[in-house]
T-cell receptor, first 114, second 108 residues
């Protein structure tokens, strides 16, 4: 069990640029979640996948955000035309569908938009 | 809508003190309940869970009991250590929502 891995761990970009984060879940987990966390706050749900299907998206996820999980394994989260308000830690978590709902988190990808 | 309410921090305690962090929630049905912990510089990790009413989850000396009547899942520890300093998050599974987190600072 190699755990959930995220890449890159830290991204600094200029406003208006596009960024993409990758998440590799635990291999036997069919559910994958993306959250955003800002300083002093809990994780805010963005979206989740069961296998390759995106089953739920938060109202927080504007049109500039898109997530994919094309083969039901790794996932990408892309943010287009970044804004300073997008600066946050982006967390990925995976879990087993049909279980008790326990989530296993990666260490996160920190985005800084200048 | 569904929500989680945690007591605000930081909670500052001396080593060996008793800890309670309150958590109440609203959710549809009776979801599994979780406490996650985030140590400085690390990702969130599961601390303990309870899957049905009256269950008690426990780990590392921490305990929490699933109280259906009060929709609560308060976290307790009888004697905290400096190494318990972290941020603690309450989360009922069904909502995919986390509390804002409660920072615990334990001094020697």
């Amino acid at each position: 069990d190699t755990g959930v891995s995220q890449d890159p761990r830290h991204k600094i970009t200029k406003r208006g640029q596009n960024v993409t984060f990758r998440c590799d879940p635990i291999s036997e987990h069919n559910r994958l979640y993306w959250y955003r966390q800002t300083l002093g706050q809990g994780p805010e749900f963005l979206t989740y996948f069961q296998n390759e299907a995106q089953l739920e998206k938060s109202r927080l996820l504007s049109d500039r955000f898109s997530a994919e999980r094309p083969k039901g394994s790794f996932s990408t989260l892309e943010i287009q035309r970044t804004e300073q308000g997008d600066s946050a830690m982006y967390l990925c978590a995976s879990g087993k569908g049909g279980g008790t709902g326990e989530l296993f988190f990666g260490e996160g990808s920190r985005l800084t938009v200048l | 809508g569904d929500s989680v309410t945690q007591m605000e921090g930081p909670v500052t305690l001396s080593e060996e003190a008793f800890l309670t962090i309150n958590c109440t929630y609203t959710a549809t049905g009776y979801p599994s309940l979780f406490w996650y912990v985030q140590y400085p510089g690390e990702g969130l990790q599961l601390l303990l869970k309870a899957t049905k009413a009256d269950d008690k989850g426990s780990n590392k000396g921490f305990e929490a009991t699933y109280r259906k009547e009060t929709t609560s899942f308060h976290l307790e520890k009888g004697s905290v250590q400096v190494s318990d300093s972290a941020v603690y998050f309450c989360a009922p599974y069904s909502t995919l929502t986390f509390g804002k987190g409660t920072m615990l600072l334990v001094s020697p």
